[in-house]
């Protein structure tokens, strides 16, 4: 089973930046495919990005498509999320999740690990 620990999240101001990372412990990264999820007040948690094992595919939502991008850097165990020009739409709680698939997996069941969230907050 792999542990999953999200940081990186905080209050920004509309325009602004932000890179979530993704902590993997009891299991090397490169043998999962990682994915990112948000969930905002009242809705239900959406899938935003995925990333294949060793990077070479990547796949995102439209609403986030040129603005965020997905990486992974398996030496470190670790996996990012870098956000710019994020809009107050964006305010939710970010997760990382894993996936034993090797196809770029857009459902939640398709991921068996989940990291615990980190808040992101864009003010307008």
């Known amino acids: 089973q792999v542990q999953l620990v999200e940081s990186g999240g905080g209050l920004v101001q509309a325009g602004g930046s932000l890179r979530l990372s993704c902590v993997a412990s009891g299991r090397t990264l490169n043998s999962l495919g990682v994915g990112w999820f948000r969930q905002a007040p009242g809705k239900d948690r959406e899938f935003i990005a995925s990333?294949?094992?060793?990077?070479?595919?990547?796949y995102y939502v439209d609403s986030v498509k040129g603005r965020f991008t997905i990486s992974r850097d398996n030496a470190k165990n670790t996996a990012y999320l870098q956000m710019n020009s994020l809009k107050p739409e964006d305010t939710a709680v970010y997760y990382c999740?894993?996936?034993?698939?090797?196809?770029?997996?857009?459902?939640?069941?398709?991921?068996?690990?989940w990291g615990q969230g980190t808040q992101v907050t864009v003010s307008s």
């Open positions: 999740a894993t996936t034993y698939s090797l196809r770029m997996e857009v459902a939640e069941s398709a991921y068996g690990s």
């Open positions: 990333i294949s094992r060793f990077g070479g595919s990547t």
